[in-house]
C-alpha cells in the first residue's frame, strides 16, 4: 500500500510494467468513467499527481511518469474497476505506446468536434463541473 484515505487506496501493481508501477483506485466500485462520480475522480486524479510527484522525488530515480486509465475493453480496460496507472519511466525502458496517428484535414477535425459537443451538451444536465 503507498496510500489511503477514505475515498481512495493506491498500491503496487503486481504485474508491473516499469519498477515502482502503482494502481491508485477508488474505494466506491465505479466500472468505467460514466459510472464514476466527478468529485470522486478528481479525487483520484490529486491522489494520483501526488503519486507521480512522489515517484520523481523517491530513489527509483525515474525520468518520467506516464498517467494511463483504460475505459472500456475498445481501450483495453481488463479490471471493470476505475483506477488509474501511475507508470514511472526510465530512459530505454521496454514499455511503448504505439499508435499509428491520424492525419484529419481541417473539416474533419471540426466534423469531430461539433460531435463531442454534442456529447458535451448531453452532460450539462448534470451542472457545471466544480472543483473539490
Known amino acids: 500500500m503507498v496510500h489511503r484515505d477514505e475515498r481512495v487506496i493506491a498500491f503496487m501493481d503486481t504485474s508491473p510494467v516499469t519498477p515502482g508501477h502503482v494502481l491508485v483506485a477508488p474505494r466506491e466500485h465505479a466500472n468505467g468513467l460514466e459510472d464514476l462520480n466527478p468529485h470522486l475522480g478528481a479525487h483520484t486524479w490529486l491522489v494520483a499527481h501526488r503519486v507521480a510527484r512522489g515517484l520523481r522525488r523517491s530513489g527509483l530515480r525515474c525520468d518520467g511518469v506516464n498517467i494511463l486509465l483504460s475505459d472500456g475493453s475498445a481501450a483495453f480496460q481488463d479490471v471493470f474497476h476505475v483506477h ?49
Open 84 to 132: 488509474l496507472h501511475v507508470i514511472p519511466r526510465y530512459h530505454r525502458d521496454s514499455f511503448r505506446i504505439e499508435a499509428e496517428w491520424l492525419e484529419r484535414d481541417s473539416d474533419m477535425l471540426e466534423s469531430d468536434a461539433v460531435a463531442v459537443r454534442a456529447g458535451l451538451r448531453d452532460l450539462m444536465s448534470e451542472g457545471p463541473v466544480v472543483s473539490t
